[in-house]
């Protein structure tokens, strides 16, 4: 008994100072920031109790309605993007090729570079006139006019005007060489199994050639403002929406904190990577003796069995996106028109700049509250939705 | 599971070691360069911390200052701590209850010091040395006055006048002169601005501007207080009612728009994000991008940094048709004693240096005027800003004037920029504008553009005013419960 006691209280021991410090430093401001959050606290004061009279102020209060609109517009763009690039990115490293190690560790670097020095970078590379972005978009975008202005009369199309010409006849053409080829006149052809592959290539090429040029003349003609801006735009300091007919869309500024970010989620693919090579083979086998192609093999096999792991991902990601404060208050201060100024700016800026630390703690408590009651929707959404092997 | 006890206790012990035995820094250790000069007398003396927030050349200005101050006695050591964001980190350190003894913050930052208690006040300091009356200019007094008492003393002063360069003005001569406007001055009117600005206007083949004769986004500093060269006024001096819709700021903001519209918002915003910073030889108005440009008193320095032989030439801002000029935004770097200075009257010995002859050196070498009514005989003699008196001038017009001096200052402000960015890219559709020129196009902007103008400072208005209601109402309650004032 003597034994087990002791070695409970060595346990402890060893915790102890882990324990005094999650209490100091996070138990105790957790909850003396619950109790802040009712009153009004000036630092040098002494607190004043005052009710809910933070929260009343939260719900008129115009500047904490835009950075919660922004939090939540990054959130809604920035968490599905992230999670989806990143599946991508670890399926792609999970393929057996040779140098299969070097990627893994490439793809993983951008998330152990100090978030002040990306910010700074990305800074040049969002930079309008000098940035290398722009200067592969203004060069790709230029490239994809002349060819689409094969086809299509772009200038028309961005003044919504009828883009059509001669060289759009190549439209119908490649539209009925890929019925042909795709449609029920190749087997009434009866064409043989290598003639008809050559068939399908040459039409799939041919819509290529005529797709790409179509997708390119009805953006031009559906978003036109949008088109000429994205051969060199702002970025950071365009506090515009991204697309320009819908108000709430994200700014261009806001997206290319959202570019941004999916440099970062090497983490979030490590961790897919890991589940990935969890998956038991034989159900590939399984899958592969049914017939089932890449595709089903991905959606019935693939994720199902790393369900609980995007679910994590979606957690982790929801909880990171509401906190996010170094790179928009490095990069942009929160501007254009406070079209980057996330919540957590706006909590500093109240606690910090404003000394106003009790209104801070009822906006860092609500955003403590969306927090839970997003994840807690996670996970009840994934109910019937996530495997776990064990059960 | 013995070596499991002594991994433990070997843990504690050194955590407790260096907590016990570790020293604590003095300020003794902080600075020995300057310990060699002072070897004789260093350990006799008083040693205090003066943070401030200047670096580069501006520093060197506060530290012969304070190097002077150290050499004419032998009791009291200063030492010059330079700190980026010293306003966050001041308040944050007289929090934590170890403030700096003396502390440099900008003018805006005394109202929400000294509503938080965190400055001393010096009025019987200013008494006591006869520095209270007629000593300060009246608006440099009053940037550190708080609830009618003195917070903070003001160093360096802030004024700003037109920066126009001379050269570009040259080249244009005759065009200028074909436009009736005159180009061996600058302009006088916000009209005549504009007028000037248009004939300095270049352009690439493209369209896109190559020189801009004048942009009211250049610096970007002044944003919030462009409603005043057109009469305008962001607090109503009779009530304290917020008044940032004011038929005068709705036309200053009207008349930033046209700039916007005139030449394109995309347009413009790439010829901007090729300026360089405030600091380099890429400064638009430096390196000849932007002929005409709002900026301080400073900005000699940094011309003769960047391009030393550039002709450019100073005059009070022009103000809008009817409105008396010249006038000014006046501000200043103040410095102060914090609440919990550890050692008050070795303090109070350096600012009474800080503000009388410490004050010629530090102006003088910054480059500055002073923001006292009679400066030293010797003080203009060889001054290194030949465009002092331009400052100087400005700076006494009656028509000067101070930003709102209060609580929501800063949050105003921001409001104000919030503002000036969302009416800049408030999209006004091009179709409307086609085939417009000149006043019809400015008419026809002004047109599409009032009422959102008017809409967005009316929400900047109530957004501020119910803060304000809300810190009143809130002091009324400390009061009734008689919780610390």
Not at chain 1, 297 to 324: D, E, R, Y
Not at chain 2, 168 to 180: N, S, V
Request: contains cysteine; aromatic residues 12%.
């Amino acid at each position: 008994m003597r034994a087990e006691l002791r070695r409970t209280l060595v346990g402890y021991g060893f915790v102890l100072p882990w324990l005094v410090a999650l209490g100091l430093f996070i138990g105790y401001p957790f909850i003396a920031g619950f109790y802040f959050s009712f009153c009004d606290y000036p630092p040098l004061r002494d607190p004043l109790f005052t009710g809910l009279d933070n929260y009343a102020e939260l719900l008129g209060d115009r500047s904490f309605h835009r950075a919660m609109g922004v939090t939540l517009i990054y959130a809604a763009v920035a968490i599905p993007l992230g999670m989806v690039f990143a599946l991508t990115l670890a399926m792609l490293l999970n393929a057996r090729i040779r140098g299969q190690s070097i990627y893994r560790v490439i793809f993983y670097l951008p998330h152990l570079v100090p978030t002040v020095a990306v910010a700074i970078l990305w800074l040049w590379i969002f930079n309008p006139k000098f940035g290398l972005l722009n200067l592969v978009l203004s060069g790709l975008l230029g490239a994809m006019d002349a060819w689409a202005g094969l086809f299509f009369d772009v200038r028309a199309a961005l003044e919504r005007g009828n883009p059509f010409h001669l060289g759009s006849l190549a439209l119908p053409c490649a539209a009925a060489l890929a019925f042909v080829a795709f449609g029920p006149p190749a087997r009434r052809l009866g064409l043989g199994r290598r003639a008809e592959t050559r068939l399908r290539l040459g039409a799939g090429a041919c819509l290529a050639i005529a797709g790409v040029p179509f997708l390119h003349t009805a953006a031009c003609w559906l978003f036109p403002a949008d088109m000429v801006k994205l051969h060199s735009p702002g970025w950071l300091s365009d506090g515009t929406p991204l697309p320009a007919c819908v108000s709430f869309a994200p700014s261009w500024a806001l997206w290319a904190l959202i570019v941004m970010s999916m440099w970062g989620v090497g983490q979030m693919a490590v961790i897919y990577l890991a589940k990935l090579q969890d998956v038991p083979v034989e159900l590939y086998e399984a899958a592969e003796i049914d017939g089932a192609n890449w595709w089903q093999k991905t959606w019935h096999v693939t994720l199902p069995m790393i369900s609980p792991v995007i679910l994590f991902n979606a957690v982790m990601a929801i909880i990171g996106t509401f906190q996010v404060f170094t790179e928009p208050y490095i990069m942009t201060g929160g501007g254009p028109e406070d079209k980057t100024r996330f919540v957590a700016m706006f909590v500093y800026d109240q606690a910090f700049q404003y000394q106003r630390v009790g209104y801070a703690s009822a906006v860092a408590w609500v955003l403590f509250l969306v927090i839970v009651a997003l994840t807690l929707g996670a996970l009840r959404i994934s109910r019937g939705h996530v495997y776990y092997e064990g059960k | 599971m013995r070596l499991a006890h002594l991994g433990l206790g070997g843990l504690i012990a050194i955590v407790v070691l260096v907590a016990v035995l570790e020293p604590r820094p003095s300020l003794e250790e902080f600075d020995p360069a300057r310990h060699a000069e002072f070897a004789s007398s260093w350990d006799g003396r008083v040693h205090i911390a003066y943070w401030e927030k200047w670096g580069s050349f501006e520093r060197d200005a506060c530290q012969a200052m304070v190097d002077d101050f150290n050499r004419s006695q032998r009791e009291i050591f200063v030492h010059y701590i330079n700190a980026s964001q010293v306003n966050r980190k001041a308040m944050l350190a007289i929090i934590g209850g170890d403030p700096p003894d003396v502390v440099g913050l900008w003018a805006n930052d005394v109202a929400p010091f000294a509503e938080a208690g965190a400055l001393e006040p010096l009025d019987t300091f200013l008494e006591e040395h006869g520095l209270a009356r007629g000593y300060y200019t009246e608006n440099y007094l009053k940037l550190g006055m708080y609830n009618g008492k003195v917070y903070a003393l003001p160093t360096t002063p802030m004024s700003v006048a037109l920066f126009y360069n001379k050269e570009h003005f040259r080249a244009k001569a005759a065009e200028l002169r074909a436009a009736g406007l005159d180009p061996d001055r600058a302009p006088r009117t916000i009209e005549e601005l504009d007028r000037y600005a248009r004939v300095l206007d270049e352009f690439e083949p493209d369209g896109s501007p190559r020189i801009m004769g004048f942009l009211p986004t250049e610096p970007g500093w002044f944003n919030a207080s462009w409603g005043y060269y057109f009469g305008g006024e962001l607090v109503d001096p009779a009530t304290g009612a917020i008044t940032a819709d004011h038929p005068a700021n709705v036309r200053a903001l009207l008349w930033v728009k046209r700039y916007a519209e005139t030449y394109g918002r995309e347009k413009l915003l790439r010829f901007r994000s090729g300026f360089g910073n405030f600091d380099s030889p890429q400064n638009a108005f430096i390196e000849g991008k932007v002929s005409m440009e709002m900026q301080g008193v400073w900005f000699p320095n940094f011309i003769r940094r960047h391009r030393p032989h550039m002709d450019f030439g100073v005059a009070p801002f022009p103000t809008a048709e009817g409105v008396p000029g010249p006038r000014s935004v006046l501000d200043a770097d103040v410095i102060a004693i914090p609440r919990g200075s550890p050692r008050p009257e070795a303090a109070k010995k350096f600012l009474l240096h800080a503000q009388t002859r410490g004050l010629a050196i530090l102006c003088r070498m910054q480059g500055k005027h002073m923001p006292v009514l009679r400066p030293p005989d010797l003080f203009r003699e060889g001054h290194p800003n030949l465009e002092l008196p331009v400052f100087e001038a400005v700076a006494a017009s009656p028509h000067s004037f101070l930003l709102p001096r209060m609580i929501a200052w800063q949050e105003y402000e921001h409001e104000l920029s919030r503002a000036f960015e969302h009416i800049w890219n408030w999209p006004v559709p091009e179709s409307e504008l086609a085939g417009l020129d000149g006043d019809s196009r400015a008419r026809k902007v002004e047109e599409l553009c009032r009422a959102e103008i008017e809409r967005t400072l009316a929400e900047v208005r109530e957004t501020i005013q119910r803060k304000l209601d809300r810190k009143r109402e809130l002091d009324r309650l400390r009061a009734l419960r008689g919780a610390s004032p």
